[in-house]
């Protein structure tokens, strides 16, 4: 089978694109033939041995996928030849076939083509279990999107279904805030432009009920002050490449909560709040009240110029990778 691969770390350039074995189907598995997959900025940090964990050497990268299942393993009855389904792992989606846990896969509803499901799952489950289960979000709340960013994703509706409004969006760019404002923004900053913390403040002299930040850097310290006593702050990666120095100092004087979150430990240790959280954000998905913005699309031999697009901040919304143009 053909897929990305990567052989030494290093930037987008290090990843070709050849004939590989296809992976060994396990009894507990299953073997999904894609048809499009996503990029993630962690993608681009995996490749470059920069993210919180190494994937070893040779790997193929890619951790969000959609496509239809082929073959289960002797040991699965939860799943059948046939079904169109999406999921995430680790590495090993950007290729023609994975083989992975049922329990990494969800059915794609019958209404949705497989190249948003390919977008849906880590964009919308991030931000809507750092919005309703991790932030706990109420009705009512002023929300600071902290960062649209250089290289992350802008504001997604599903940040607005539980917000009374979505508060600032912060970005680099005014493309990129322009698309924070057509999904649902009503204040706008552009933090290349004026100084962040001067801007919060004028925009949210009461302060910020919940914080998001999928960036780090320099303007986490800034987005966390513009909290008003008894915030939530919601960690939830750094692809600014810095690992943010909070002075707790911050936490004690405005009364303050910090939380992190990570996907695979969330799942884990909140499992009946990520069940609920799962539901209604399928719900959301199926009746397409959510649906990905695709930004651009690019084919599987050019994976290393989809994973620079990412790493170089064009994208305003998800990049996709066709496997198969004929599924789907």
């Known amino acids: 089978m053909r897929a ?10 290090v990843v070709t694109v050849t004939e590989v074995d296809p992976p060994a189907l396990t009894p507990d598995a299953v073997r999904v033939r894609v048809a499009a997959a996503a990029i993630n900025f962690p993608d681009v940090l995996v490749v470059a041995n920069n993210y919180q964990i190494s994937a070893p050497l040779p790997f193929v990268p890619g951790s969000e996928f959609a496509g239809e299942i082929t073959e289960v393993g002797s040991q699965v009855d939860t799943l059948s030849v046939g079904q169109r389904v999406f999921g995430s792992v680790f590495v090993g989606g950007f290729a023609e076939e994975v083989v992975v846990p049922p329990s990494a896969l969800t059915v794609v509803p019958d209404a949705v083509p497989l190249e948003s499901a390919a977008s849906f799952g880590v964009t919308y489950r991030t931000a809507y279990h750092s919005l309703r289960s991790v932030g706990e979000i109420q009705a009512g ?3 600071d999107r902290a960062r649209v960013g250089r290289r992350r994703r802008p504001c997604s509706s599903t940040d607005r279904s539980r917000a009374r409004r979505l508060g600032d969006a912060v970005a680099s760019s005014p493309e990129k805030l322009a698309a924070a404002q057509s999904a649902g923004a009503t ?3 552009n933090y290349r432009t004026s100084e962040l913390r001067a801007q919060l403040r004028e925009q949210l002299p009461g302060g910020a009920a919940i914080v998001i930040d999928p960036v780090g850097g320099e303007l986490s310290e800034p987005a966390l002050r513009a909290l008003a006593p008894g915030g939530r702050f919601v960690t939830v990666g750094y692809a600014a490449g810095t690992i943010p120095r909070i002075p707790l100092n911050l936490v004690l004087l405005k009364d303050v ?4 979150f990570e996907f695979r ?9 990520a069940h ?10 199926a009746t397409g ?10 084919e599987l031999a050019e994976t290393a110029a989809a994973l620079a697009y990412v790493a170089d901040g064009k994208a305003i919304g ?11």
Do not use: Q, W
């Open 4 to 13: 990305a691969r990567c052989e030494s770390y290093g930037g987008p350039d």
């Open 141 to 143: 709340d002023e929300l």
């Open 187 to 189: 204040r706008l900053i």
């Open 257 to 260: 909560v910090i939380r992190g």
């Open 265 to 273: 430990s969330f799942m884990t240790n909140y499992a009946e709040a």
């Open 276 to 285: 609920r959280d799962e539901a209604e954000l399928m719900e959301l998905f």
């Open 289 to 298: 009240k959510l649906a990905p913005h695709v930004h651009a699309t690019f």
């Open 318 to 328: 998800k990049v996709v990778i066709t496997v198969r143009r004929s599924a789907g």
